[in-house]
C-alpha cells in the first residue's frame, strides 16, 4: 500500500472517530452553540465555532431527523464508510470523467467577454469577484461556503454532455461548446438573493433559455422543465451523503423558463464559470432564491409533471418549488425581510421578486 493511501485510510479513521464523537453529541443534545440573528443556514454544521448556530436550528428540521437517521444508517455501515466516506477524499486520476464524450470537441475561443445587454442594470455595485468565488454553495462539493472553490480544483468539466430529453421535438445529446456556439453570449448584470439571507450582484455571461428552448422544439404537453446536475461521488464528496436526494434537480414552469430573465450561464465576470460557481453551465433565476439556480446542468427534461427538485424533496416545509423572493414571507426559521450583502457590511431590505416585478410579477397573477 503506498503511503497516500495510508494517510487517507488514516485520516478516514480519525474521520470517522470524529464522527462517532459528534453522533454522541448529536444524539444526547450536548451541542449549544451561539445563534447568529437573523441569517439563516440551509445546512448542518459539524465543527463549533463561536459564530455558528447550532446544528438543530441550523438545518431544515427533516434533514436534521435525516440526517440522525442516516448517522446511524452509517454507523452500521462502519466498514463501507471507511473505504468511501472521506469528506477530504482526493479522486483517482481519470475518475472525473463520468460526463465524457468519447471525442472532446474543440473549444470555442475569443467568446469572452460577451458585449454587455444594458436592458438588465443594477441598483448596487457589482459584489468583488474574489469575495463572489470564495463564498458559495454547492453541496455537491461541501457544505462550507469557503472551501469549494478549493474543492472544485479537480473537478473536469471539459469535454461535458448536457441531455434534453422528455416531451420534445429534438431529444439529443450536445456538448456544451456547442450550445454556446450555437447561441452565442451576452453579458447581464443581475442581482441573486440567497434563501440564507445574504445577496450579491455580479455580471453573469450566457444565453436566455427561452432561446435555446425554441431551438430545441418542445411539444405543446410540456408544462415544465427539470433540470439535474452531475452525479460523480468520486469527484464530489458531498454525493456521498447517502441521505440527501442526489442528484441535485430543479425546475421550473415552461413560463419561467421562458421569461426573458431565465439565462443559462456559462460565464461569469467576462471569462467561463469557474467550478465554485458550476461552470460549465448553470441556471440564473435572478427573482427566486438561489438554491433555483441549479449548477453543473447535464440534463434539461421538458415534462408533463411538476418535478421532485433537491431542496423541497429534504424539507418541502422550508423551500418550495417556485421559492420566489418575498420580504414578506419569513422562511419558517428566519426573517427575509432583510438581506447581508456579502463582502460588505451593508444589511439592506429585500425587494419583492428581488426587484425584477417588472419582468415577472405577470406570472404569478393567478
Ligand atoms: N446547484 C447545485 N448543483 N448544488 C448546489 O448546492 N446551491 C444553490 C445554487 N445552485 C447549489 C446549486 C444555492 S443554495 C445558491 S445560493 C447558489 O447556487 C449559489 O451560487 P454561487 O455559489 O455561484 O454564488
Given at each position: 500500500m503506498s503511503i497516500k493511501l495510508i494517510a487517507i485510510y488514516l485520516g478516514c479513521l480519525h474521520t470517522a472517530g470524529q464522527l462517532i464523537i459528534e453522533a454522541r453529541k448529536v444524539l444526547v443534545g450536548a451541542v449549544k452553540p451561539a445563534k447568529i440573528k437573523n441569517e439563516g443556514h440551509m445546512v448542518h454544521i459539524k465543527k463549533k465555532r463561536g459564530f455558528e448556530i447550532p446544528e438543530r436550528e441550523a438545518t431544515p428540521e427533516d434533514l436534521y431527523m435525516m440526517t440522525?437517521?442516516?448517522?446511524?444508517?452509517?454507523?452500521?455501515?462502519?466498514?463501507?464508510?471507511?473505504?468511501?466516506?472521506?469528506?477530504?477524499?482526493?479522486?483517482?486520476?481519470?475518475?472525473?470523467?463520468?460526463?465524457?464524450?468519447?471525442?472532446?470537441?474543440?473549444?470555442?475561443?475569443?467568446?469572452?467577454p460577451a458585449r454587455r445587454n444594458d436592458r438588465y442594470l443594477l441598483d448596487k455595485p457589482l459584489t468583488d469577484e474574489l469575495v463572489a468565488a470564495r463564498y458559495n454553495n454547492f453541496y455537491e462539493f461541501s457544505t462550507r461556503k469557503s472551501r469549494i472553490w478549493r474543492l472544485v480544483e479537480r473537478f473536469e468539466t471539459r469535454p461535458w454532455e448536457v441531455e434534453v430529453t422528455g416531451l420534445v421535438e429534438k431529444p439529443r445529446v450536445y456538448d456544451v461548446d456547442e450550445i454556446v456556439k450555437m447561441m452565442g453570449l451576452e453579458e447581464r448584470l443581475y442581482r441573486l438573493r440567497c434563501v440564507e439571507a445574504w445577496s450579491m450582484a455580479v455580471p453573469w455571461t450566457g444565453f436566455p433559455m427561452r432561446d435555446f428552448i425554441k431551438k430545441v422544439q418542445p411539444l405543446s404537453s410540456a408544462r415544465y422543465v427539470k433540470m439535474v446536475t452531475f452525479l460523480n461521488k468520486e469527484v464530489a464528496p458531498g454525493q456521498r451523503k447517502i441521505w440527501l436526494p442526489w442528484p441535485y434537480t430543479e425546475g421550473l414552469t415552461m413560463a419561467e423558463a421562458t421569461n426573458e430573465l431565465t439565462l443559462l450561464a456559462t460565464g461569469i465576470y467576462g471569462h467561463e464559470l469557474p467550478g465554485q460557481h458550476g461552470a460549465p453551465i448553470r441556471l440564473i433565476v435572478p427573482w427566486k432564491y438561489g438554491f433555483k439556480s441549479i449548477k453543473s446542468i447535464v440534463s434539461i427534461e421538458f415534462t408533463d409533471r411538476m418535478p421532485r427538485t433537491f431542496w423541497n424533496t429534504v424539507a418541502p416545509s422550508e423551500y418550495d418549488f417556485w421559492a420566489n423572493v418575498d420580504p414578506e414571507v419569513p422562511h419558517p426559521r428566519w426573517s427575509q425581510a432583510t438581506e447581508r450583502v456579502i463582502g460588505t457590511n451593508e444589511r439592506r431590505p429585500t425587494i419583492k421578486y428581488n426587484g425584477y416585478s417588472r419582468f415577472v410579477a405577470g406570472l404569478y397573477e393567478d
Open positions: 440522525r437517521r442516516g448517522f446511524v444508517k452509517s454507523m452500521g455501515l462502519l466498514s463501507a464508510f471507511l473505504i468511501t466516506g472521506c469528506d477530504d477524499f482526493v479522486p483517482a486520476p481519470g475518475s472525473e470523467k463520468t460526463n465524457s464524450p468519447k471525442k472532446p470537441g474543440k473549444k470555442p475561443s475569443g467568446l469572452y
